[in-house]
């Protein structure tokens, strides 16, 4: 069903092609319902009456007062360069004073015809100085006739004005004006919330939200509308979300159940440990989906170092004991061959199917990157193909068309923000049947974010770090201030690699000039506004400061996302085989790099880095039984956010709590963003940290709607809304799940 025509009109018929098309290409405002939910951002307040004599300066001021005199004055400017340009200026009186009004040019009309001597209005505007006499530019006015003027005073110098988000093509104002044309359209708005909901949480119609939320006469009135206007978004939102879940559980999947005495008994009998009862618990959840008839969707959400791996692996390896096949996409070659090395070491001869020595219970793992040489890659796609090899582990070059599987049974997605929803679903549709979903994610993401961007995946969470795991001590470090904590900070690295260990340090970009993605101009111009304007250190000029300077005799070496994958991987080997001290690296190592011996990390310019970024570089050391150590260095002053953020992050190592301060201080569009939502654009009044409860709640109630009424046969309204929030791209968003 199409939206209410009056609703659809594009605005080019409404307000003239010249106000639509900025609109259009400004705000991504195109018809009439697009402009009623444009909200204000904020309200001013006109202000009670103020007298002349008393006007204080840059507020808004309502004042009642008569002209005295009105002249129009014509000049030559650029815009009108024969004279023509035309500029009103009227002067007000209300016995305690005198003030002047300007108007310039189409504005000069109406108030020309209408601000005679003798007349009485009230005027409201910002005030200003020009040639040292004070006035007001453009104000708004009413005119007072009759025997109203009390009431018409009182309602209109307490009015609240809504300031918009505007763009330097457009004014608040101009779009207020614009709004207030297409304003009566609201009545026609089709409610989607339905009546039971309404009514039972005391929510006002939808057409009076629009009403007040535009034109407010109280700042109860704002709030109805807000408190409304929320509650349409997370509810549409969670519809769609519950459709898609609905939607999921209707397709086939092949159950996928372990043999007793399979392989994932003689991978469990072999562990040196026991798994925490959050490994247990969150195993059980997986475990009951993989065996269901329709595809499990799982999101896997655990604090670095909680043995997410672990529980995958068991995953994959009761698919492979049920005759499936188990895939595990990894963003970066570096973190393939990791997960690919640390998941062979785990299982032992359990991986060495097919080959001598061999346990008779084994399956072949293989590994598939794009840098493989050619008859590797071959012998790889023949061991996927005939079903040899149960597991295997790859970047995106999984998803190339030549890749096929015998029978995929489950996929494992690690870190999903890596990845487009393109992509996993580009392996999903590689299986038979729809194949078992199970993504994971180091970075710990609040209840409510998980349920607004991966709404349409179960959510499980590890939350209890393995026996063994050492406490990491962070302490920031403030470089500018106390340049002796630097010199402190080298010498901490030193005597950890005297007592056999090895170190980090991260730095924010690699040095060879070329534009880098981790150097965003942004993020550097948001440090650079607290400090002086610095580039971003970079790897190789520290690597060669610190071997000539702090850390001399001792076996640094560099690591970066430009080097050759090879390079890389002999990098990496190195250190984990301790013939290297120190690594200096950006980022690449931020996600899944295990080397237990590594006890210390000094991070660079940390004031460049997110919060949740911070905590999942932190998560590289600690990782054995010997403590860890994160020294935060920055050159920011005392008083700066940057470094509140860091303090926040030097105080908890709890990544829960990190990322709802990581919220809080950021707009959730980048959080969304990052998760590749359709959400994002469509969140205009729902803030996802602040509205938990309503996100939450709006989630029952969507599950509990289409449960009874899959196809919404019985709420046009919300089928309307729906429409309007999942446009074509946005629908394949959430198809892609």
Same mark, same amino acid.
């Not at 039972?200 to 109280?218: C, D, F, N, Q, Y």
């Not at 065996?291 to 655990?302: C, I, K, N, V, Y």
């Not at 962070?474 to 005597?495: G, I, N, Q, T, Y």
């Not at 929030?725 to 946005?730: A, C, G, T, Y």
């Given at each position: 069903?199409?939206?209410?025509?009056?609703?659809?009109?594009?605005?080019?018929?409404?307000?003239?092609?010249?106000?639509?098309?900025?609109?259009?290409?400004?705000?991504? +405002?195109?018809?009439?319902?697009?402009?009623?939910?444009?909200?204000? #951002?904020?309200?001013?307040?006109?202000?009670?009456?103020?007298?002349?004599?008393?006007?204080?300066?840059?507020?808004?001021?309502?004042?009642?007062?008569?002209?005295?005199?009105?002249?129009?004055?014509?000049?030559?400017?650029?815009?009108?360069?024969?004279?023509?340009?035309?500029?009103?200026?009227?002067?007000?009186?209300?016995?305690?004073?005198?003030?002047?009004?300007?108007?310039?040019?189409?504005?000069?009309?109406?108030?020309?015809?209408?601000?005679?001597?003798? $007349? #009485?209005?009230?005027?409201?505007?910002?005030?200003?100085?020009?040639?040292?006499?004070?006035?007001?530019?453009?104000?708004?006015?009413?005119?007072?006739?009759?025997?109203?003027?009390?009431?018409?005073?009182?309602?209109?110098?307490?009015?609240?004005?809504?300031?918009?988000?505007?763009?330097?093509?457009?004014?608040?104002?101009?779009?207020?004006?614009?709004?207030? $044309?297409?304003?009566?359209?609201?009545?026609?708005?089709?409610?989607?919330?339905?009546?039971?909901?309404?009514?039972?949480?005391?929510?006002?119609?939808?057409?009076?939200?629009?009403?007040?939320?535009?034109?407010?006469?109280?700042?109860?009135?704002?709030?109805?509308?807000?408190?409304?206007?929320?509650?349409?978004?997370?509810?549409?939102?969670?519809? &769609?979300?519950?459709?898609?879940?609905?939607?999921?559980?209707?397709?086939?999947?092949?159950?996928?159940?372990?043999?007793?005495?399979?392989?994932?008994? &003689?991978?469990?009998?072999?562990?040196?440990? =026991?798994?925490?009862?959050?490994?247990?618990?969150?195993?059980?959840?997986?475990?009951?989906?993989?065996?269901?008839?329709?595809?499990?969707?799982?999101?896997?959400?655990?604090?670095?170092?909680?043995?997410? $791996?672990?529980?995958?692996?068991?995953?994959?390896?009761?698919?492979?004991?049920?005759?499936?096949?188990?895939?595990?996409?990894?963003?970066?070659?570096?973190?393939?061959?990791?997960?690919?090395?640390?998941?062979?070491?785990?299982?032992?001869?359990?991986?060495?199917?097919?080959?001598?020595?061999?346990?008779?219970?084994?399956?072949?793992?293989?590994?598939?990157?794009?840098?493989?040489?050619?008859?590797?890659?071959?012998?790889?796609?023949?061991?996927?193909?005939?079903?040899?090899?149960?597991?295997?582990?790859?970047?995106?070059?999984?998803?190339?068309?030549?890749? %096929?599987?015998?029978?995929?049974?489950?996929?494992?997605?690690?870190? %999903?923000?890596?990845?487009?929803?393109?992509?996993? !679903?580009?392996?999903?549709?590689?299986?038979?049947?729809?194949?078992?979903? +199970?993504?994971?994610?180091?970075?710990?993401?609040?209840? $409510?974010?998980?349920?607004?961007?991966?709404?349409?995946?179960? =959510?499980?969470?590890?939350?209890?770090?393995?026996?063994?795991?050492?406490?990491?001590?962070?302490?920031?470090?403030?470089?500018?201030?106390?340049?002796?904590? +630097?010199?402190?900070?080298?010498?901490?690295?030193?005597?950890?690699?005297?007592?056999?260990?090895?170190?980090?340090?991260?730095?924010?970009?690699?040095? *060879?000039?070329? !534009?880098?993605?981790? *150097?965003?101009?942004?993020?550097?111009?948001?440090?650079?506004?607290?400090?002086?304007?610095?580039?971003?250190?970079?790897?190789?000029?520290?690597?060669?400061?610190?071997?000539?300077?702090?850390?001399?005799?001792?076996?640094?070496?560099?690591?970066?996302?430009?080097?050759?994958?090879?390079?890389?991987?002999?990098?990496?080997?190195?250190?984990?085989?301790?013939?290297?001290?120190?690594?200096?690296?950006?980022?690449?190592?931020?996600?899944?790099?295990?080397?237990?011996?590594?006890?210390?990390?000094?991070?660079?310019?940390?004031?460049?880095?997110?919060?949740?970024?911070?905590?999942?570089?932190?998560?590289?050391?600690?990782?054995?039984?010997?403590?860890?150590?994160?020294?935060?260095?920055?050159?920011?002053?005392?008083?700066?956010?940057?470094?509140?953020?860091?303090?926040?992050?030097?105080?908890?190592?709890?990544?829960?709590?990190?990322?709802?301060?990581?919220?809080? %201080?950021?707009?959730?569009?980048?959080?969304?963003?990052?998760?590749?939502?359709?959400?994002?654009?469509?969140?205009?009044?729902?803030?996802?940290?602040? *509205?938990?409860?309503?996100?939450?709640?709006?989630?029952?109630?969507?599950?509990?709607?289409?449960?009874?009424?899959?196809?919404?046969?019985?709420?046009?309204?919300?089928?309307?809304?729906?429409?309007? +929030?999942?446009?074509?791209?946005?629908?394949?968003?959430?198809?892609?799940?």
């Amino acid at each position: 069903m199409d939206l209410v025509p009056a609703l659809q009109e594009p605005l080019k018929k409404v307000l003239g092609p010249a106000t639509a098309k900025v609109m259009a290409e400004h705000l991504g +405002l195109h018809t009439v319902s697009d402009l009623l939910h444009h909200y204000p #951002r904020r309200y001013e307040e006109r202000g009670q009456l103020t007298h002349l004599a008393d006007l204080p300066m840059d507020e808004h001021v309502t004042v009642i007062a008569q002209v005295a005199d009105a002249r129009l004055h014509t000049f030559a400017s650029a815009k009108a360069p024969r004279g023509k340009g035309q500029r009103l200026e009227v002067t007000i009186t209300d016995g305690s004073g005198r003030l002047q009004l300007v108007f310039f040019g189409n504005g000069v009309h109406k108030p020309h015809k209408e601000l005679l001597p003798g $007349t #009485r209005a009230l005027f409201a505007g910002k005030v200003s100085v020009f040639n040292r006499k004070l006035q007001l530019a453009h104000p708004a006015y009413e005119l007072l006739r009759g025997d109203d003027v009390a009431e018409t005073v009182d309602s209109w110098a307490g009015a609240l004005i809504p300031i918009y988000p505007a763009t330097a093509k457009l004014e608040s104002w101009k779009i207020a004006k614009s709004v207030q $044309t297409v304003l009566p359209s609201a009545q026609e708005a089709l409610d989607p919330l339905p009546d039971s909901l309404r009514a039972g949480r005391a929510l006002v119609p939808l057409p009076e939200a629009l009403l007040k939320v535009h034109r407010p006469h109280t700042k109860a009135d704002i709030a109805e509308a807000r408190s409304r206007l929320k509650w349409d978004e997370a509810f549409v939102l969670q519809v &769609a979300l519950a459709r898609r879940r609905h939607a999921d559980a209707q397709l086939p999947a092949v159950p996928r159940v372990p043999a007793p005495d399979g392989l994932l008994a &003689a991978f469990d009998a072999k562990l040196p440990f =026991t798994l925490t009862d959050g490994q247990q618990k969150v195993s059980r959840e997986i475990f009951d989906d993989l065996a269901t008839e329709h595809p499990m969707h799982r999101l896997l959400q655990g604090e670095v170092g909680s043995g997410k $791996t672990l529980v995958a692996l068991r995953a994959m390896l009761a698919v492979v004991d049920a005759g499936g096949q188990a895939a595990m996409l990894a963003p970066t070659e570096v973190l393939a061959q990791q997960h690919h090395r640390s998941i062979v070491e785990m299982m032992g001869e359990l991986a060495e199917g097919g080959m001598l020595g061999g346990a008779e219970k084994a399956t072949k793992v293989v590994l598939l990157t794009g840098s493989m040489g050619t008859a590797a890659r071959r012998q790889a796609l023949l061991d996927l193909v005939t079903g040899e090899a149960g597991i295997v582990i790859g970047t995106h070059a999984l998803i190339e068309d030549k890749v %096929q599987f015998h029978d995929l049974g489950l996929v494992v997605v690690d870190e %999903q923000h890596r990845f487009g929803v393109e992509q996993r !679903d580009a392996l999903r549709g590689k299986g038979k049947q729809p194949p078992h979903l +199970l993504v994971m994610t180091a970075t710990p993401i609040p209840r $409510t974010v998980a349920m607004t961007v991966f709404g349409d995946l179960e =959510t499980s969470v590890l939350d209890q770090l393995p026996a063994g795991r050492s406490p990491i001590a962070s302490h920031v470090v403030p470089a500018a201030d106390k340049p002796h904590f +630097l010199a402190r900070a080298w010498e901490r690295v030193r005597e950890e690699v005297a007592g056999g260990h090895q170190a980090y340090v991260v730095c924010p970009r690699i040095g *060879d000039d070329i !534009d880098e993605p981790g *150097d965003s101009k942004k993020a550097r111009k948001s440090a650079e506004d607290e400090a002086e304007k610095r580039p971003p250190l970079a790897v190789l000029d520290v690597a060669d400061q610190l071997a000539k300077g702090p850390l001399k005799g001792l076996r640094v070496e560099v690591l970066h996302g430009r080097m050759h994958p090879d390079d890389k991987d002999a990098v990496m080997r190195r250190f984990a085989a301790g013939e290297t001290d120190v690594l200096v690296a950006t980022t690449v190592i931020e996600v899944g790099v295990n080397v237990p011996n590594a006890t210390a990390m000094v991070i660079m310019d940390a004031d460049r880095f997110g919060v949740s970024q911070l905590h999942q570089l932190r998560g590289r050391v600690g990782r054995g039984s010997a403590p860890g150590l994160c020294l935060l260095v920055t050159e920011m002053p005392e008083a700066s956010a940057a470094r509140q953020r860091l303090n926040a992050v030097a105080s908890t190592l709890d990544g829960f709590e990190l990322s709802r301060i990581d919220l809080e %201080q950021r707009r959730e569009g980048d959080v969304l963003g990052q998760a590749q939502s359709g959400a994002r654009t469509s969140l205009r009044m729902l803030a996802v940290i602040e *509205d938990e409860e309503i996100i939450a709640e709006a989630r029952q109630e969507a599950t509990a709607v289409v449960s009874d009424d899959p196809d919404l046969e019985r709420l046009p309204g919300l089928r309307t809304a729906l429409d309007a +929030l999942l446009d074509e791209e946005r629908e394949q968003y959430l198809d892609k799940g």
